[in-house]
């Protein structure tokens, strides 16, 4: 992706004065505001309408700027070197001096910490002398947006400016893990756990559904288009949008698939943007047919059972 400096000028000079603007990011794009601003992070609260207590991710460019504002550990330095800039998110403890606004954490101390690869935001982020408090830039409670018309779909003219950065490389958003005592999972994402456990050598526990909601990304409605789902579909009803997995022999015009070639990778890049557009082709209900449920698929079947508690 070739990147436009005029257009990183513009996003810098908006993020300068507090002002929201919506980056690309490789797992999807975020709603930015310069983290150490408490009226920046309430004008992304207020665009969102995201509930308060849902605290927000702060998109680093390195671990070094990172030092500022937060504590680690081994663990962490493990996965960051492996692999950071990448879909992966960690919950680390504030230091207390950091420069974090208050609104953005409600978690006493605990900071979500994120290392964007998406050139576009590195470019940005290196630019900056604050870190930017990004959530995924789509209305609270719906579907992601992984493109800077997805973006414009939800917000319309009320975000000062878009900055453009293609179709999102993942399409999913990224892992999150606590790594602040036994490392725990929060949100199944984009940076599949099998390879977490490789690097970590230990067993990690995996909490996306607790009793106790630590983080709003596990709550059960989430990622919602906004009509009913219903999954492992074998027949579907009248005027339902199909949604299968590959490319069958047999195709109409209600059906949707997510890989041509029976990919989970393409898959999950395409899951978000096909909820979308059949949500726009006026379908009242979609029916999606069985997902295969490992590595990727996992995050993907995450997704739509959320969704499909609408
Ligand atoms: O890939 C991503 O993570 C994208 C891109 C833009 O970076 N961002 C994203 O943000 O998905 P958001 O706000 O939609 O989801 C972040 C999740 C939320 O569920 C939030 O509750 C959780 O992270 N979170 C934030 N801070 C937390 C904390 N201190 N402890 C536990 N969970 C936290
Ligand atoms: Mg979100």
């Known amino acids: 992706m070739k990147i436009n400096l005029a257009n990183i000028k ?49 998109h680093y460019y390195n671990i070094q700027k990172l030092k500022e504002d937060c504590n680690f550990n081994n663990n962490f330095h493990k996965l960051y070197k492996r692999f950071c800039p990448g879909p992966i998110t960690f919950i680390l403890n504030l230091k207390k001096n950091s420069k974090i606004s208050k609104i953005v954490t409600n978690k006493k101390g605990a900071l979500a910490v994120r290392f964007p690869k998406h050139p576009v935001a590195r470019s940005l982020l290196k630019k900056l002398s604050f870190p930017l408090a990004a959530p995924s830039a789509n209305l609270s409670s719906k579907v992601s947006a992984v493109s800077s018309d997805n973006v414009r779909e939800d917000f319309g003219k009320k975000i000062k400016y878009v900055l453009e950065g293609g179709k999102s490389s993942i399409g999913l958003e990224s892992t999150i893990i606590d790594i602040r005592n036994r490392p725990k999972i929060l949100r199944l994402g984009g940076l599949e756990i099998s390879v977490i456990k490789k690097v970590l050598k230990k067993k990690i526990l995996i909490k996306t559904n607790p009793k106790k909601i630590s983080s709003p990304g596990q709550l059960k409605i989430h990622y919602s288009p906004g009509i009913p789902i219903r999954l492992n579909v074998k027949r579907i009803k009248n005027n339902e949008a199909f949604l299968l997995f590959s490319k069958k022999k047999e195709r109409k015009s209600n059906y949707y698939f997510l890989s ?29 047919g069985k997902i295969p449920n490992k590595g990727l698929g996992k995050t993907i079947n995450d997704r739509l059972i959320r969704a499909s508690k609408f």
């Open 10 to 58: 513009k996003a810098k000079k908006l993020l300068n004065k507090c002002e929201c603007v919506a980056i690309p990011t490789e797992t999807v794009y975020g709603l930015a505001g310069n983290a150490y601003s408490d009226s920046a992070c309430k004008k992304i609260f207020k665009l969102k309408k995201r509930p308060k207590n849902n605290p927000l991710i702060v």
């Open 260 to 288: 041509q070639k029976g990919d989970l990778k393409e898959a999950a890049k395409n899951l978000y943007i096909t909820l979308r557009k059949i949500k726009k082709n006026k379908y009242k209900s979609i029916a999606v």
